[in-house]
């Protein structure tokens, strides 16, 4: 239809563009004749959409059917403006009209037009000038054809062929067509799934055919040219199956379809489609297969079928309890048409019995569960649930069983109600579950009358708890009523933060697996009081934790009487911590005491000798000065003295003599100057003299103490010279106890010196004293060392009574805790130490200029 359609379009199209090139050999011919009245009557009924314009694009001239085309009827439009008439029309259309009035030919083959209702239509369109006799440009004709059905028509085309394309390409199949012309086969169509099916293109099919030919299996060749022929000169559809070898040797099967037709020339067309039907075949081939094993098996499963018969029958007898199948017709007929042979050991009766008297089932029901058992067969048959019951039956030897039955009912053609089910006999269950009932009442009356609580904990998913079991004891107890603890989170019970520990607790035993005591503290009724609570876990039959049970007793008064005896044990300890330590400072007192007597009694008497020595060797040095200088008198006045003299002053060497004598006196002098000096800073060590409160220069105590430790600090073997650095303040005169600080800066000092011979390696060894005021009113003491330094556990430790690092028999660890209570205690003051494992140690003593302040 869309190709006859554009057909019509396309002579008319060409009948108009001959009468176009009529009318424009006539506009030129009007040049020369100047015959404007033909020329308008020919305009106007030509078939033609022609428009003459003046150069202002007034209307000169309009055919019929430009008014036709463009909507104008009757209007008069001779002499107005074009664009007065379409004032839509674009800036593009002027700028045309602008150019063709410049002398240029515009034309288009294909362009759109908007009318005023909004439609499109398609025109074709061609504009040319028209000259004045003076050669001028005199304005412009348009000559336009209105082309939108033919437009629309070849849009359908395109449109039809693209479905047509998109079809063929989406088919599981390859459209064809093949023509035989004079005894050659060619291809004039075919879609692109030849690819897929054959491995080759639709072009090279489409170029040579031969190439599909070709891969037609051998042995399928001959069927495919008898079913080809047949179709042709029987004019019958054509359907062919065989197998075609791709160019990879991949064997597929596919199956040809089509209706061939001859046309005028007398050629032979084939259309249809090439389908691939391998997957189709293969599962023939399977099916084929499986019918054939089928066949087979069909007849092994008759055999197998009797012997399972027999055997399900056997199984059917040595199954505890009995199966059975039970019928009741919509009369309420019953019938048993299969018994196992249980029914004996349940029943007593034989199942041909049953089968033959269905009734005697109900006869056989307790008379006190007959209506009981048959509303629950009414039941199931109505609404065709299952039948799970429980009755009692009197067996002819007059025993009474507990019997339970279970069977999904079935509703057939017809309304008869079939059930297949079991019956089992649970007399011996039912005794145990009357036995567990009195254990469970009996459990239950020592769950609620015990005086002690009890509780249980349900254990849930992802560790969750909730309270299953709270006793009368509980509720007592705790204020608490039953009711506001089932179902309750532990939170919910105690309050978010004695929850929280609750909840760990419980978290523990589940984690743990076993039993867990514990004493915990809860408040209830606004008052703390102390529990000893024991958990024990329940496992199920998976070994997982499913539930706690807890008991409970109040312990309040017994731990109040515990916290009192701790207090009390506490109270022991500090007064035995503070009889310790006074006896440490009467220890060190006297010790001190002692030391002190003894260093000012041997200071006195170490002074009285030095003291005649020292004053001795003032006069007789000048005794030696003067003897000295009589000798040389002599020698100068006798120089040549007799020989016995002569040898006595070789023998004595008295030229070294008389110059060693002056140093040696001059040595003993310092000699016993120094040991003047150690006297007396044994005697300002000692300060026996001063043991009240005081003011003192501490740099004097500092001063006597390292003159004491001198000798330690001297270089020896294995031992550097240990390098004393001081930087003293301008300090004032301090109130204090002098031979108890003194004795301060002896244990610091020392430890000093023990660190660095303990632990120095390689560079100079320094002790570094430095003294401040510091704040106005105090003063500080640094004594700080390049030693190894002090760990961090053990600075806490280190004023502590009797703790040390030192080997045994080197100290006893009171140094520096006596040294703390004389700075803090005696003196108000501080004593610290600052120290880094590497660095050395600093320790620090801050003391008050003035207690008074």
Known sequence: MAEHLIEISRNTYEALQQELRELRQLVANSKQKSS????GLFIEYTPAAIAVFDRQMRYLLASQRWREDYGLGNQDIIGRSHYEIFPEIPQSWREIHQRCLCGNIERCDEDTFIRADGTTDWVKWEIHPWYENSGEVGGIIMFTEVITNRKQAEIALANSERRLRDIASNLPGAIFQFTNRHGVWQVDYISDFIEELAGITAKDMIEDCSCFFDLIHSEDWESFVISVNQAVENATPWHYEGRLIKPNGEIRWWQGDSTPTVNEQGEVIFCGVLLDITNRKQAEAELKRLNEKLEARVEERTTALLESETRLQRLADNVPGMLYEFHLQPDGTMSFPYVSSGCREITEREPKELQDNPSLTLSDVHPDDISYVQAAIADSAKTLHNFGNEWRIITPSGKQKWIKANSKPERRIG???????????????KTVEALLQEQEEFLRSIYEGADQIIFVVDVLENCEFRYAGWNTTAETASGINRAEVIGKAPEDVHGMIEGAAVRQRYRNCVETGIPNSYEECLTIRNQSTWWLTKINPLQNSEGKIYRLVGTTLNITERKKA??????????????????????????????????????????????????????????????????????????????YPPAEIQEVLIDIDFEFLQEDLVKLLTSMRVGTQRIREIVLSLRNFSRLDEAEFKQVDIHEGIDSTLMILQNRLKSKPGHPEILVIKEYGNLPLIDCYPGQLNQVFMNIISNAIDALEDSFIGEQAQIHICSEVINSNWVSIKIADNGAGIPVDVVDK????????????????????????????????????????????????????????
Not at 36 to 39: A, G
Not at 804 to 825: A, E, F, M, N, R
């Open 415 to 429: 309304g008869e109600i079939v059930w297949y089910g079991y019956m089992l006999d649970i007399s011996e269950r």
């Open 562 to 639: 515990e916290i009192q005896l701790q207090q009390q044990a506490k109270s022991l300890e500090n007064a035995l911590r503070e009889l310790q330590r006074t006896q440490t400072q009467l220890i060190q007192s006297e010790k001190m005491s002692s030391l002190g007597n003894m260093v000012a009694g041997i200071a006195h008497e170490i002074n009285n000798p030095v003291n005649f020595i020292h004053g001795n060797l003032i006069p007789a040095s000048e005794y030696a000065h003067d003897l000295l200088h009589l000798v040389q008198l002599y020698q100068i006045h006798f120089p």
């Open 36 to 39: 404007q009245e033909q020329i």
């Open 798 to 853: 280190l004023f502590d009574p009797f703790f040390t690092t030192k080997s045994v028999g080197k100290g006893t660890g009171l140094g520096l805790s006596i040294s703390y209570q004389i700075v803090v205690d005696r003196h108000g003051g501080k004593l610290s130490c600052h120290s880094q494992p590497g660095q050395g140690a600093e320790f620090m003593i801050e003391i008050p200029i003035s207690q008074n302040k």
